[in-house]
């Protein structure tokens, strides 16, 4: 007797043992994101290999479900629904974060951080502050642009240059301290630094007599980096040799725990 074959209906179970059309419905939705939050159908179509009204049908569910809203050109865009989960998602992974930060609070002894890239911003998710009366302070939820710190460095390490100086382009280079790099060629010379040595500085940049050290979270489900923060004076050469190896291997930890699932 003759099987059915599961490739045939967005409702048959995939390989992986999850539901076909929902790997489908985020699959797509994830390639909006990766085009910039704006796509045609076409171009869903060339880059997933799924035939048009199979993409069709999945995007006017999505449209449906406020996930996806279709424009006046036609196209489809990334709809205002998904800011909740975003907002929602990025708290819990400021939770899980927190007890590698507090790891690296007790072996470093300065203030831990991690922050996401969101849009052309910063946005600091989780903080465990040092316990040295001399400390550093950033707020959860605060925004700052890329070019001045750590954390924006190792962020965009990575990128392409063209798409490092669009968003250059987008937010400017404001000073914030006479030691901020405010030209593109600058940024981009520090990132090849970055590259190079496997985390990032920030050196007086942020703010004066501040130093920070930062690296990125290996294939973490969003752009993330962790870093650690401190008095220049506490924070030396001396020091940068003994800190980067505990953020480098903090970070691959926190990387592992966010690939880990859980059993169905």
Same mark, same amino acid.
């Given at each position: 007797?003759? &099987?059915?074959s599961a490739s045939t209906t967005d409702s048959a179970k995939s390989t992986t043992g999850g539901v076909q059309s929902l790997e489908r419905a985020f699959d797509l939705l994830?390639?909006?994101?990766?085009?910039? %939050?704006?796509?045609?159908?076409?171009?869903?179509?060339? #880059? #997933?290999?799924?035939?048009?009204?199979?993409? $069709?049908?999945?995007?006017?569910?999505?449209?449906?479900?406020?996930?996806?809203?279709?424009?006046?050109? /036609?196209?489809?865009?990334?709809?205002?629904?998904? *800011?909740?989960? %975003?907002?929602?998602?990025?708290?819990?992974?400021?939770?899980?974060?927190?007890?590698?930060?507090? /790891?690296?609070?007790?072996?470093?002894?300065?203030?831990?951080?991690?922050?996401?890239?969101? %849009?052309?911003? *910063? +946005?600091?998710?989780?903080?465990?502050?040092?316990? $040295?009366?001399?400390?550093?302070?950033?707020?959860?939820?605060?925004?700052?642009?890329? $070019?001045?710190?750590?954390?924006?460095?190792?962020?965009?390490?990575?990128?392409?240059?063209?798409?490092? @100086?669009?968003?250059?382009?987008?937010?400017?280079?404001?000073?914030?301290?006479?030691?901020?790099? &405010?030209?593109?060629?600058?940024?981009?010379?520090?990132?090849?630094? +970055?590259?190079?040595? %496997?985390?990032?500085?920030?050196?007086?940049?942020?703010?004066?007599?501040? @130093?920070?050290?930062? +690296?990125?979270?290996?294939?973490?489900?969003?752009?993330?980096?962790?870093?650690?923060?401190?008095?220049?004076?506490?924070? &030396?050469?001396?020091? &940068?040799?003994?800190?980067?190896?505990?953020?480098?291997? +903090?970070a691959g930890e926190l990387s592992e725990a966010l690939a880990s699932q859980n059993p169905?």
């Amino acid at each position: 007797m003759p &099987t059915s074959s599961a490739s045939t209906t967005d409702s048959a179970k995939s390989t992986t043992g999850g539901v076909q059309s929902l790997e489908r419905a985020f699959d797509l939705l994830e390639r909006m994101a990766d085009a910039g %939050g704006e796509v045609g159908l076409s171009e869903l179509s060339a #880059s #997933s290999g799924l035939p048009l009204p199979t993409i $069709h049908r999945l995007m006017r569910t999505l449209v449906a479900c406020g996930y996806v809203r279709q424009q006046p050109n /036609r196209r489809y865009a990334l709809g205002p629904r998904l *800011i909740r989960l %975003g907002e929602s998602a990025s708290r819990l992974l400021g939770t899980w974060a927190r007890p590698f930060l507090a /790891r690296l609070v007790e072996e470093t002894g300065e203030t831990a951080n991690m922050a996401l890239l969101d %849009g052309d911003e *910063i +946005v600091y998710v989780a903080q465990v502050p040092s316990k $040295h009366s001399m400390r550093m302070f950033t707020e959860v939820g605060r925004r700052v642009l890329p $070019h001045s710190t750590g954390v924006g460095k190792a962020l965009l390490a990575n990128v392409p240059d063209a798409e490092v @100086r669009a968003l250059l382009s987008r937010t400017g280079m404001p000073a914030a301290t006479e030691k901020t790099i &405010t030209t593109p060629e600058g940024f981009l010379a520090a990132l090849a630094d +970055v590259r190079q040595l %496997g985390y990032a500085v920030d050196d007086n940049e942020q703010e004066i007599g501040v @130093r920070c050290l930062a +690296v990125s979270v290996p294939d973490s489900p969003t752009a993330a980096a962790i870093s650690i923060s401190g008095p220049a004076g506490r924070v &030396t050469e001396a020091a &940068t040799d003994k800190i980067v190896p505990v953020l480098q291997q +903090v970070a691959g930890e926190l990387s592992e725990a966010l690939a880990s699932q859980n059993p169905a």
